[in-house]
């Protein structure tokens, strides 16, 4: 069974840093793409930041510059770093990892459990 477990969520002061991390284990192949996704209370969950397995990233136009995601493929681990956080940023953060079993298996995404991050003003 695959696990994604997320580390260092919390409260932070509005235009304060905070670096969350999650952490793949389990039974599986290989990991593809990894990403950092959010959802505030009321909205939908999106996407933060984007990593691929070869270390292209990309990011959402309001994080562009302020956020880095990146990986650890020995640890199969990856990381967001966030600063200049703002109040509006606050919300549950899940880590996603799209994974296979198998050589043959179709990638399938996992996600984390959610780290709160509440950025106070």
């Known amino acids: 069974q695959v696990q994604l477990v997320e580390s260092g969520g919390g409260l932070v002061q509005a235009g304060g840093s905070l670096r969350l991390s999650c952490a793949a284990s389990g039974r599986f192949f290989m990991i593809d793409a990894m990403a950092w996704y959010r959802q505030a209370p009321g909205k939908q969950r999106e996407l933060v930041a984007r990593?691929?397995?070869?270390?292209?990233?990309n990011y959402a136009d309001p994080v562009k510059g302020r956020f880095t995601i990146s990986r650890d493929n020995a640890k199969n681990t990856v990381s967001l770093q966030r600063n200049s956080l703002n109040t509006e940023e606050t919300a549950v953060y899940y880590c996603?990892?799209?994974?296979?079993?198998?050589?043959?298996?179709?990638?399938?995404?996992?996600w984390g459990q959610g780290g709160q991050i509440t950025a106070s003003s």
């Open positions: 990593i691929t397995s070869g270390g292209i990233t």
């Open positions: 996603n990892a799209d994974m296979k079993t198998s050589p043959r298996a179709t990638t399938y995404p996992n």
